[in-house]
């Protein structure tokens, strides 16, 4: 399957199992904190079998989320990119820190 039809496969799988029309736009969120919570798990196993699981499985809640809310992944992603695509920042201890964040940790030192 094309990425486009795993996502229609992931909401009809929703739909079927009653998540659509039942859960919370928070539990969905709550959802994808624990999938996110297992990532880290398993990095910090380095265990790329379950690793490839997680992301799967925040990916299906992200999909989920986006359809409760009436946008898709396609249009959130785009979105994200537009604002970063723009941003300035450097590479601290191992994270991107974007420069105004940078300038506000730092300012008066």
């Known amino acids: 399957m094309d990425y486009f039809e795993l996502e229609c496969a992931v909401e009809e799988?929703?739909?079927?199992?009653g998540i659509l029309d039942n859960?919370?736009?928070?539990q969905q969120a709550i959802k994808t904190q624990e999938e996110l919570i297992e990532l880290l798990c398993?990095?910090?196993n380095d265990d790329r079998e379950e690793i490839i699981d997680?992301?799967?499985?925040?990916?299906v809640?992200?999909?989920?989320?986006a359809k409760m809310q009436?946008?898709?992944?396609?249009?959130?992603l785009e979105s994200a990119y537009n604002v970063i695509s723009k941003r300035t920042g450097k590479m601290v201890n191992g994270?991107?820190?974007?420069?105004e964040v940078w300038k506000k940790q730092n300012s008066g030192k």
């Open 95 to 99: 994270l991107f820190v974007k420069d």
């Open 23 to 26: 859960a919370t736009t928070i």
């Open 42 to 44: 398993a990095i910090d």
């Open 70 to 76: 009436s946008v898709t992944i396609e249009e959130c």
């Open 13 to 17: 799988w929703a739909k079927e199992k």
């Open 54 to 59: 997680a992301i799967g499985d925040i990916m």
């Open 61 to 65: 809640t992200l999909i989920i989320q």
